[in-house]
Protein backbone atom coordinates (compact mmCIF):
# COMPACT_ATOMS: atom_id res chain seq x y z
CA UNK A 1 0.00 0.00 0.00
CA UNK A 2 1.18 3.30 -0.72
CA UNK A 3 0.11 6.57 0.26
CA UNK A 4 1.90 9.63 -1.50
CA UNK A 5 1.59 13.40 -0.40
CA UNK A 6 2.31 15.04 -3.55
CA UNK A 7 3.09 19.45 -3.34
CA UNK A 8 -0.06 20.74 -2.45
CA UNK A 9 -0.85 19.54 1.11
CA UNK A 10 0.93 20.14 4.15
CA UNK A 11 -0.33 18.80 8.03
CA UNK A 12 -3.02 15.83 6.55
CA UNK A 13 -2.11 13.26 9.19
CA UNK A 14 -3.26 9.77 8.59
CA UNK A 15 -4.13 7.90 11.94
CA UNK A 16 -5.87 4.29 12.13
CA UNK A 17 -7.33 2.60 15.28
CA UNK A 18 -4.41 0.72 16.21
CA UNK A 19 -6.47 -2.07 17.28
CA UNK A 20 -8.65 -2.27 14.56
CA UNK A 21 -8.32 -5.13 12.47
CA UNK A 22 -8.54 -4.07 8.93
CA UNK A 23 -7.52 -7.21 6.81
CA UNK A 24 -4.59 -5.86 5.55
CA UNK A 25 -2.41 -8.30 6.83
CA UNK A 26 1.18 -8.84 5.96
CA UNK A 27 1.34 -5.96 3.67
CA UNK A 28 3.72 -2.93 3.23
CA UNK A 29 2.66 0.46 3.87
CA UNK A 30 4.50 3.20 2.85
CA UNK A 31 4.49 7.02 3.47
CA UNK A 32 6.11 9.30 1.03
CA UNK A 33 5.95 12.60 -0.15
CA UNK A 34 7.57 15.16 -2.24
CA UNK A 35 7.56 17.76 -0.28
CA UNK A 36 5.50 20.02 2.00
CA UNK A 37 4.14 17.44 4.29
CA UNK A 38 4.21 17.29 7.78
CA UNK A 39 1.20 14.91 9.48
CA UNK A 40 1.65 12.60 11.91
CA UNK A 41 0.90 8.52 11.14
CA UNK A 42 -0.40 6.20 13.28
CA UNK A 43 -0.03 2.81 10.98
CA UNK A 44 -2.88 0.35 11.13
CA UNK A 45 -2.71 -3.17 12.81
CA UNK A 46 -1.40 -5.78 10.45
CA UNK A 47 0.83 -4.51 8.50
CA UNK A 48 4.75 -6.02 8.72
CA UNK A 49 6.61 -3.42 6.87
CA UNK A 50 5.98 0.24 7.82
CA UNK A 51 7.90 3.97 5.75
CA UNK A 52 8.01 7.09 6.48
CA UNK A 53 10.60 8.09 4.07
CA UNK A 54 11.03 10.48 1.21
CA UNK A 55 11.83 10.85 -2.71
CA UNK A 56 14.26 13.64 -2.12
CA UNK A 57 17.86 13.71 -1.03
CA UNK A 58 17.85 17.40 -0.79
CA UNK A 59 14.62 18.38 1.39
CA UNK A 60 14.58 21.38 3.41
CA UNK A 61 13.39 22.18 6.47
CA UNK A 62 10.37 23.38 5.12
CA UNK A 63 9.51 20.21 3.36
CA UNK A 64 11.03 17.14 5.54
CA UNK A 65 8.86 15.37 7.92
CA UNK A 66 9.16 16.10 12.03
CA UNK A 67 5.49 14.58 13.03
CA UNK A 68 4.65 11.87 15.70
CA UNK A 69 4.73 8.17 14.02
CA UNK A 70 3.10 5.38 15.86
CA UNK A 71 3.41 1.47 14.56
CA UNK A 72 1.68 -1.69 15.34
CA UNK A 73 3.03 -4.83 17.89
CA UNK A 74 2.27 -6.43 13.96
CA UNK A 75 5.43 -4.62 12.15
CA UNK A 76 8.45 -6.59 11.75
CA UNK A 77 10.46 -4.53 8.83
CA UNK A 78 11.28 -1.06 9.57
CA UNK A 79 13.97 -0.50 6.70
CA UNK A 80 14.44 2.71 5.06
CA UNK A 81 11.60 4.01 7.91
CA UNK A 82 12.60 7.35 7.94
CA UNK A 83 15.29 7.62 5.07
CA UNK A 84 16.55 11.33 4.17
CA UNK A 85 14.14 12.97 6.35
CA UNK A 86 16.49 15.67 7.47
CA UNK A 87 15.30 17.43 9.82
CA UNK A 88 13.15 14.16 12.01
CA UNK A 89 14.09 14.61 15.25
CA UNK A 90 11.00 12.97 17.29
CA UNK A 91 10.64 10.15 19.65
CA UNK A 92 9.90 6.81 18.45
CA UNK A 93 9.02 3.62 20.10
CA UNK A 94 9.41 0.62 18.31
CA UNK A 95 7.41 -2.33 19.21
CA UNK A 96 8.87 -6.38 20.50
CA UNK A 97 8.82 -8.13 17.50
CA UNK A 98 10.66 -5.98 15.09
CA UNK A 99 13.59 -7.82 13.24
CA UNK A 100 14.98 -5.55 10.80
CA UNK A 101 16.06 -1.74 11.13
CA UNK A 102 18.56 -1.21 8.47
CA UNK A 103 19.08 2.05 7.32
CA UNK A 104 16.16 2.88 9.31
CA UNK A 105 17.39 6.39 10.53
CA UNK A 106 19.99 7.06 7.84
CA UNK A 107 20.25 10.52 6.39
CA UNK A 108 18.22 12.19 9.32
CA UNK A 109 21.20 14.62 9.62
CA UNK A 110 18.84 16.18 12.76
CA UNK A 111 18.58 13.17 14.49
CA UNK A 112 19.49 13.12 18.43
CA UNK A 113 17.24 10.89 20.55
CA UNK A 114 17.44 7.96 22.78
CA UNK A 115 16.41 4.76 20.94
CA UNK A 116 15.37 1.43 22.33
CA UNK A 117 16.18 -2.03 20.18
CA UNK A 118 14.06 -4.02 21.18
CA UNK A 119 15.33 -8.03 22.02
CA UNK A 120 14.05 -9.31 18.53
CA UNK A 121 15.92 -7.14 16.41
CA UNK A 122 18.59 -9.05 13.89
CA UNK A 123 19.61 -6.40 11.55
CA UNK A 124 20.61 -2.96 12.29
CA UNK A 125 23.19 -2.32 9.27
CA UNK A 126 23.28 1.44 8.48
CA UNK A 127 20.83 2.13 11.12
CA UNK A 128 22.20 5.56 11.80
CA UNK A 129 24.01 5.88 8.99
CA UNK A 130 24.85 9.50 8.19
CA UNK A 131 22.48 11.02 11.53
CA UNK A 132 25.68 13.51 11.97
CA UNK A 133 24.38 15.11 15.16
CA UNK A 134 23.54 12.02 16.60
CA UNK A 135 25.05 11.48 20.18
CA UNK A 136 23.34 8.77 22.12
CA UNK A 137 24.08 5.72 24.22
CA UNK A 138 22.46 2.86 22.12
CA UNK A 139 22.23 -0.60 23.75
CA UNK A 140 22.66 -2.95 20.89
CA UNK A 141 20.43 -6.09 22.19
CA UNK A 142 21.89 -9.92 22.04
CA UNK A 143 20.00 -10.86 19.06
CA UNK A 144 21.60 -8.73 16.42
CA UNK A 145 23.89 -10.22 14.10
CA UNK A 146 24.58 -7.28 11.44
CA UNK A 147 25.84 -4.01 12.95
CA UNK A 148 27.38 -3.42 9.34
CA UNK A 149 27.57 0.95 9.15
CA UNK A 150 25.13 0.89 11.63
CA UNK A 151 27.02 4.26 13.38
CA UNK A 152 28.49 5.08 10.03
CA UNK A 153 28.97 9.17 9.79
CA UNK A 154 27.96 10.25 13.18
CA UNK A 155 30.24 12.86 13.43
CA UNK A 156 29.95 13.78 16.64
CA UNK A 157 29.13 10.10 18.63
CA UNK A 158 31.29 9.61 21.41
CA UNK A 159 30.16 6.75 23.42
CA UNK A 160 31.48 3.58 24.63
CA UNK A 161 29.16 1.43 22.66
CA UNK A 162 28.75 -2.32 23.87
CA UNK A 163 29.23 -5.24 21.30
CA UNK A 164 27.42 -8.30 22.07
CA UNK A 165 28.59 -11.56 20.87
CA UNK A 166 25.61 -12.27 18.53
CA UNK A 167 27.43 -9.85 16.14
CA UNK A 168 29.30 -11.24 13.69
CA UNK A 169 29.08 -8.42 10.96
CA UNK A 170 30.78 -5.03 11.78
CA UNK A 171 31.88 -3.65 8.68
CA UNK A 172 32.56 0.46 8.88
CA UNK A 173 30.29 0.42 11.73
CA UNK A 174 31.89 3.23 13.36
CA UNK A 175 33.25 4.53 9.93
CA UNK A 176 33.93 8.44 9.30
CA UNK A 177 32.52 8.93 13.92
CA UNK A 178 35.22 12.39 13.77
CA UNK A 179 34.74 12.22 17.62
CA UNK A 180 35.29 8.84 18.74
CA UNK A 181 37.57 7.78 21.27
CA UNK A 182 36.75 4.93 22.99
CA UNK A 183 38.48 1.23 23.78
CA UNK A 184 35.40 -0.18 21.90
CA UNK A 185 35.92 -3.96 23.11
CA UNK A 186 35.14 -6.75 19.82
CA UNK A 187 34.07 -9.61 20.97
CA UNK A 188 35.22 -12.91 19.63
CA UNK A 189 31.84 -13.49 17.25
CA UNK A 190 33.21 -10.80 14.84
CA UNK A 191 34.79 -12.13 11.43
CA UNK A 192 34.57 -9.08 9.45
CA UNK A 193 35.77 -5.94 10.56
CA UNK A 194 36.71 -4.30 7.32
CA UNK A 195 36.82 -0.22 7.91
CA UNK A 196 35.70 -0.76 11.00
CA UNK A 197 37.35 2.40 12.83
CA UNK A 198 38.06 4.14 8.97
CA UNK A 199 37.83 7.61 9.15
CA UNK A 200 37.82 7.74 13.23
CA UNK A 201 40.29 11.22 13.13
CA UNK A 202 40.16 11.33 17.27
CA UNK A 203 40.89 8.02 17.71
CA UNK A 204 44.13 6.96 20.00
CA UNK A 205 42.64 3.38 21.78
CA UNK A 206 45.08 0.27 21.77
CA UNK A 207 41.63 -1.77 20.01
CA UNK A 208 41.79 -5.58 20.79
CA UNK A 209 41.51 -7.71 17.64
CA UNK A 210 39.65 -11.23 18.14
CA UNK A 211 40.95 -14.11 16.85
CA UNK A 212 38.24 -14.81 14.95
CA UNK A 213 39.33 -11.62 12.76
CA UNK A 214 40.83 -13.29 9.04
CA UNK A 215 40.09 -9.71 7.06
CA UNK A 216 41.03 -6.28 8.48
CA UNK A 217 41.94 -4.57 6.03
CA UNK A 218 40.81 -0.30 5.87
CA UNK A 219 40.30 -1.10 9.75
CA UNK A 220 41.76 2.07 10.94
CA UNK A 221 42.31 4.00 7.77
CA UNK A 222 42.41 7.81 8.55
CA UNK A 223 42.75 7.05 12.50
CA UNK A 224 44.85 10.59 12.26
CA UNK A 225 45.47 10.69 16.27
CA UNK A 226 46.16 6.67 16.14
CA UNK A 227 49.39 5.71 17.32
CA UNK A 228 49.04 2.30 19.21
CA UNK A 229 50.88 -0.63 19.61
CA UNK A 230 47.74 -2.60 17.69
CA UNK A 231 48.06 -6.40 17.92
CA UNK A 232 47.30 -8.54 14.70
CA UNK A 233 46.34 -11.84 15.53
CA UNK A 234 47.58 -15.05 13.39
CA UNK A 235 43.88 -15.62 12.14
CA UNK A 236 43.72 -12.60 10.06
CA UNK A 237 45.15 -12.71 6.16
CA UNK A 238 44.64 -9.46 4.77
CA UNK A 239 45.81 -6.15 6.12
CA UNK A 240 46.13 -3.58 3.09
CA UNK A 241 45.23 -0.04 3.75
CA UNK A 242 44.76 -1.07 7.89
CA UNK A 243 46.66 2.21 9.09
CA UNK A 244 46.53 3.87 5.91
CA UNK A 245 47.04 8.15 6.59
CA UNK A 246 47.72 7.44 10.03
CA UNK A 247 49.70 10.68 10.13
CA UNK A 248 50.96 10.11 14.23
CA UNK A 249 51.35 6.41 14.40
CA UNK A 250 55.05 5.13 14.83
CA UNK A 251 54.53 2.02 16.64
CA UNK A 252 56.38 -1.36 15.37
CA UNK A 253 53.76 -3.66 14.38
CA UNK A 254 54.17 -7.10 13.92
CA UNK A 255 52.89 -8.80 10.95
CA UNK A 256 52.02 -12.29 11.56
CA UNK A 257 52.68 -15.15 9.33
CA UNK A 258 48.90 -15.60 8.53
CA UNK A 259 49.13 -12.18 6.53
CA UNK A 260 49.48 -12.46 2.64
CA UNK A 261 48.43 -8.83 1.25
CA UNK A 262 50.13 -5.78 3.19
CA UNK A 263 49.20 -3.71 0.27
CA UNK A 264 48.93 0.32 1.35
CA UNK A 265 49.32 -1.27 4.78
CA UNK A 266 51.19 2.07 6.43
CA UNK A 267 50.69 4.05 3.01
CA UNK A 268 51.00 8.21 3.81
CA UNK A 269 51.55 7.02 8.09
CA UNK A 270 54.12 10.27 7.70
CA UNK A 271 55.36 9.68 11.34
CA UNK A 272 56.52 6.03 11.03
CA UNK A 273 60.20 4.87 11.14
CA UNK A 274 59.71 1.51 12.25
CA UNK A 275 62.01 -1.82 11.43
CA UNK A 276 58.56 -3.35 10.16
CA UNK A 277 59.26 -6.86 9.51
CA UNK A 278 57.65 -8.65 6.80
CA UNK A 279 56.54 -12.55 6.96
CA UNK A 280 57.55 -14.87 4.07
CA UNK A 281 53.73 -15.23 3.70
CA UNK A 282 53.23 -11.94 2.30
CA UNK A 283 52.96 -11.74 -1.80
CA UNK A 284 51.89 -8.20 -2.28
CA UNK A 285 53.54 -5.09 -0.74
CA UNK A 286 52.40 -2.69 -2.79
CA UNK A 287 52.38 1.09 -1.84
CA UNK A 288 53.03 -0.21 1.76
CA UNK A 289 55.34 2.76 2.98
CA UNK A 290 54.06 5.08 0.35
CA UNK A 291 54.40 8.62 1.55
CA UNK A 292 56.06 7.63 4.69
CA UNK A 293 58.18 10.66 5.03
CA UNK A 294 59.86 10.14 7.72
CA UNK A 295 60.88 6.39 7.15
CA UNK A 296 64.34 5.25 7.56
CA UNK A 297 65.04 1.64 7.92
CA UNK A 298 66.54 -1.31 6.54
CA UNK A 299 63.14 -3.31 4.99
CA UNK A 300 63.52 -6.64 4.07
CA UNK A 301 61.97 -7.63 1.23
CA UNK A 302 61.18 -11.41 1.38
CA UNK A 303 61.50 -13.72 -1.76
CA UNK A 304 57.53 -14.59 -1.40
CA UNK A 305 56.57 -11.05 -2.90
CA UNK A 306 55.66 -10.37 -6.81
CA UNK A 307 53.88 -6.94 -6.59
CA UNK A 308 56.09 -3.69 -4.89
CA UNK A 309 54.56 -0.86 -6.82
CA UNK A 310 55.00 2.34 -5.28
CA UNK A 311 56.44 0.63 -2.03
CA UNK A 312 58.84 3.47 -1.03
CA UNK A 313 57.52 6.07 -3.11
CA UNK A 314 57.79 9.63 -1.46
CA UNK A 315 60.06 7.93 1.41
CA UNK A 316 62.06 11.52 1.46
CA UNK A 317 64.22 10.37 3.92
CA UNK A 318 64.58 6.41 2.86
CA UNK A 319 68.67 5.34 2.39
CA UNK A 320 68.91 2.19 2.89
CA UNK A 321 70.48 -0.79 1.12
CA UNK A 322 67.42 -2.58 -0.06
CA UNK A 323 67.87 -5.46 -1.78
CA UNK A 324 64.80 -6.20 -4.51
CA UNK A 325 64.23 -10.32 -4.67
CA UNK A 326 64.25 -12.02 -8.17
CA UNK A 327 60.62 -13.16 -7.41
CA UNK A 328 59.38 -9.72 -8.38
CA UNK A 329 57.43 -9.16 -11.29
CA UNK A 330 55.76 -5.65 -10.68
CA UNK A 331 57.77 -2.41 -9.28
CA UNK A 332 56.34 0.45 -11.10
CA UNK A 333 57.47 3.67 -8.85
CA UNK A 334 58.92 1.38 -6.47
CA UNK A 335 61.36 4.42 -5.23
CA UNK A 336 60.00 7.27 -6.92
CA UNK A 337 60.58 10.55 -5.35
CA UNK A 338 63.33 8.72 -2.56
CA UNK A 339 65.52 11.91 -3.36
CA UNK A 340 68.13 10.94 -0.51
CA UNK A 341 68.05 7.37 -1.85
CA UNK A 342 72.33 6.90 -1.88
CA UNK A 343 72.96 3.10 -1.86
CA UNK A 344 74.00 0.35 -3.74
CA UNK A 345 70.90 -1.04 -5.00
CA UNK A 346 70.43 -4.51 -6.24
CA UNK A 347 67.48 -4.15 -8.78
CA UNK A 348 67.35 -8.42 -8.89
CA UNK A 349 63.60 -8.25 -10.04
CA UNK A 350 61.99 -10.99 -12.90
CA UNK A 351 61.89 -9.06 -15.81
CA UNK A 352 60.51 -11.74 -17.81
CA UNK A 353 57.14 -11.62 -16.14
CA UNK A 354 55.60 -8.19 -17.51
CA UNK A 355 56.89 -5.62 -19.60
CA UNK A 356 56.02 -2.88 -17.25
CA UNK A 357 58.05 -3.96 -14.19
CA UNK A 358 59.80 -0.76 -13.21
CA UNK A 359 58.39 1.97 -14.82
CA UNK A 360 59.40 4.89 -12.89
CA UNK A 361 61.22 2.75 -10.50
CA UNK A 362 63.68 5.55 -9.43
CA UNK A 363 61.60 8.73 -10.84
CA UNK A 364 63.72 11.44 -8.84
CA UNK A 365 66.34 9.52 -7.05
CA UNK A 366 68.47 12.33 -7.22
CA UNK A 367 71.58 11.34 -5.08
CA UNK A 368 71.15 7.31 -6.57
CA UNK A 369 74.87 6.93 -7.42
CA UNK A 370 74.90 3.12 -7.93
CA UNK A 371 72.09 0.54 -9.49
CA UNK A 372 72.33 -3.04 -10.23
CA UNK A 373 69.80 -4.31 -12.65
CA UNK A 374 69.17 -7.78 -14.44
CA UNK A 375 70.90 -8.81 -18.21
CA UNK A 376 67.73 -9.14 -20.80
CA UNK A 377 66.23 -5.94 -19.54
CA UNK A 378 63.60 -5.21 -22.23
CA UNK A 379 63.51 -1.96 -24.29
CA UNK A 380 60.06 -1.30 -22.57
CA UNK A 381 60.38 -2.52 -18.87
CA UNK A 382 61.84 0.13 -17.20
CA UNK A 383 60.29 3.21 -18.90
CA UNK A 384 61.52 6.44 -17.03
CA UNK A 385 62.87 4.69 -14.47
CA UNK A 386 65.88 7.26 -14.31
CA UNK A 387 63.87 10.60 -14.74
CA UNK A 388 66.87 12.46 -13.25
CA UNK A 389 67.24 16.42 -12.71
CA UNK A 390 70.44 17.78 -13.10
CA UNK A 391 73.62 17.57 -11.15
CA UNK A 392 73.40 14.02 -11.19
CA UNK A 393 75.68 11.37 -11.96
CA UNK A 394 74.53 7.47 -11.81
CA UNK A 395 75.93 4.28 -12.26
CA UNK A 396 73.77 1.40 -14.09
CA UNK A 397 76.30 -1.86 -13.41
CA UNK A 398 74.43 -4.52 -16.28
CA UNK A 399 75.44 -6.69 -19.23
CA UNK A 400 76.23 -4.40 -22.72
CA UNK A 401 72.84 -5.22 -24.50
CA UNK A 402 70.86 -4.24 -21.67
CA UNK A 403 73.17 -1.17 -21.38
CA UNK A 404 72.59 -0.50 -25.16
CA UNK A 405 68.93 -0.32 -24.62
CA UNK A 406 68.68 1.43 -21.68
CA UNK A 407 70.66 4.24 -23.68
CA UNK A 408 68.90 3.78 -26.78
CA UNK A 409 64.94 3.88 -25.25
CA UNK A 410 63.24 6.29 -23.01
CA UNK A 411 64.48 4.64 -19.96
CA UNK A 412 66.96 7.41 -19.02
CA UNK A 413 64.90 11.20 -18.96
CA UNK A 414 65.50 14.15 -17.47
CA UNK A 415 62.62 15.96 -15.14
CA UNK A 416 62.46 19.18 -17.38
CA UNK A 417 63.08 20.45 -20.18
CA UNK A 418 65.95 22.62 -18.54
CA UNK A 419 67.99 19.36 -18.29
CA UNK A 420 70.30 17.60 -20.99
CA UNK A 421 70.93 14.08 -20.14
CA UNK A 422 73.37 12.25 -21.89
CA UNK A 423 74.70 8.80 -21.10
CA UNK A 424 78.11 6.33 -22.47
CA UNK A 425 78.86 2.79 -21.61
CA UNK A 426 82.17 2.09 -19.91
CA UNK A 427 83.42 -1.24 -20.49
CA UNK A 428 85.12 -4.00 -18.65
CA UNK A 429 84.18 -3.34 -14.77
CA UNK A 430 84.87 -5.91 -12.73
CA UNK A 431 82.25 -7.83 -11.33
CA UNK A 432 79.81 -6.72 -8.67
CA UNK A 433 80.20 -7.35 -4.99
CA UNK A 434 78.62 -10.50 -3.96
CA UNK A 435 78.49 -12.77 -7.01
CA UNK A 436 75.06 -11.56 -7.63
CA UNK A 437 75.53 -10.66 -11.21
CA UNK A 438 78.81 -10.88 -13.74
CA UNK A 439 78.05 -7.12 -14.82
CA UNK A 440 80.69 -6.23 -17.17
CA UNK A 441 79.76 -3.48 -18.62
CA UNK A 442 78.44 -0.20 -16.78
CA UNK A 443 76.38 2.87 -17.98
CA UNK A 444 77.70 6.15 -16.72
CA UNK A 445 74.81 9.30 -16.64
CA UNK A 446 75.30 12.42 -16.15
CA UNK A 447 73.05 15.66 -17.08
CA UNK A 448 73.78 19.12 -17.80
CA UNK A 449 77.84 18.36 -17.72
CA UNK A 450 80.19 16.42 -19.81
CA UNK A 451 81.29 13.11 -19.53
CA UNK A 452 84.33 12.12 -17.36
CA UNK A 453 87.39 11.25 -19.02
Not at 280 to 286: A, E, G, K, R, W
Not at 335 to 342: A, D, I, M, R
Request: glycine share 4%; with cysteine.
Amino acid sequence: MLINFGTNVSRCSIIFDLNGNYGINNTTMYITSFSNWNGAVYFPNGIKTARVNSYKLDQTPGTSFNSPVRFPNSVTSLVNCFLNRKIFNTNITIPNGVLYMGYMFSNCSNFNKPVTIPNSVVSTMSMFNSCSKFNQNIQIPTSVINAQNMFQGCAVLNYNIQIPNSVINTVAMFSTCGALNQNIQIPSSVTNAVSMFSGCSHLNQNIQIPSSFTNASSMFSGCGSLNQNIQIPSSVTDTKSMFFNCGKLNQNIQIPNSVTDVSSMFSSCNNLNQNIQIPNSVTDVSSMFFGCSHLNQNIQIPSSVTKCEYMFTNCFNLNQNIYVPNSITKAQSMFSGCNNLNQNIYFNANVEATTFIGWYAFRGCNSLSNIVIPAGMRDSAMLGAFRINNTQSLNIWTDTTTAANLITTRCIQANNTNTSVNAQILPTWDVIENGYYNALYNVYIYTNTVFPS
